[in-house]
């Protein structure tokens, strides 16, 4: 197994934009300084929200910026039985229990428990499945940032009402299955650490080592985001985006008039501080472009 498998799972909820290329570059960066490989993995599971015509934009907007993943690219929706087989272990080890509590019913944050009252019994098709929390360590020991203690999200779901397989089970077992040995993702992610990691334990998974980097935010505060429509980037001008990272991280002898993908990548490697600078320029960790 590769010392270091590192990842980039973009949703396919529609096409890159800055900041999707500033994660995808970052996890890059980092997997390939240590020697290590680069996977892609596409998040597909939510088939309203996804569409073939996103992955495929997204896939050739990552070769078109030259990042070459070390081995075939993943998909979520080939992967249920997986996440299935994963669900049934749970529910053998006593863990999960059916809720039909509905969003509007429930006060903010953590789920309060209330269906816990059913564990032990069969779940029931239809209604939402949510893990027994118990016990979750919700420390998390990053690369990047200080020692953070996360709020308790409460037993959290791991199957959507409508059958679906929830994000946080989902990434937790292709971590296991794609042996994903670091994950480098934005910060907005941070809370989702704790849970992917409980349900790796609960499994007898080894958990990836972690590190949270700050996000892209546009002039409003908010992070660059496909659900917000954020500007899909240009593939046609890699340099165009490269350097207004690169602006962003205030980084000086860039590569000046090119266009091409494969010397701004070069650049970008040859910083043997990328991280420290990302981190160090951030504040309250966000990046204003
Ligand atoms: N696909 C999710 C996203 O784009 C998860 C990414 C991750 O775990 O790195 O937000």
Partial sequence: MAQYRGRFAPSATGPLHLGSIFAALVSYVHAKQHDGEWLVRIDDLDEKRCKTIYSDSILECLDAFGFKPSDYV???????????????????????????????????????????????????????????????????????????????????????????????????????????????????????????????????????????????VGADGAKLSKQTFATPVDWGQPGQSFAAIARVLLLNDTPSHTDSAEVWIEYFLSLDNFLPIITKVSEANTLSI
């Fill in 74 to 216: 993943r998909f979520q929706t080939e992967r249920i039985a997986d996440y299935a087989v994963a669900l049934t272990a749970l529910e053998d080890e006593g863990l999960l229990y059916s809720c039909d509590c509905t969003r509007k019913s429930l006060p903010r944050g953590a789920y309060p428990g209330i269906c816990r009252y059913q564990i032990g019994h069969a779940l029931v098709s239809g209604h939402a499945v949510r893990i027994d929390t118990s016990g979750i360590n919700l420390e998390i020991h990053d690369l990047l940032t200080p020692v953070q203690r996360i709020n308790p999200p409460g037993d959290f779901i791991v199957k959507r009402r409508d059958g679906l397989f929830a994000y946080q089970l989902a990434c937790a077992i292709d971590e296991h299955i794609d042996q994903i040995t670091h994950v480098i993702r934005g910060i907005d992610l941070l809370e989702s650490t704790p849970m992917q990691r409980f349900i790796a334990q609960r499994l007898g998974y080894q958990s990836p080592v972690y590190g949270h980097f700050p996000v892209l």
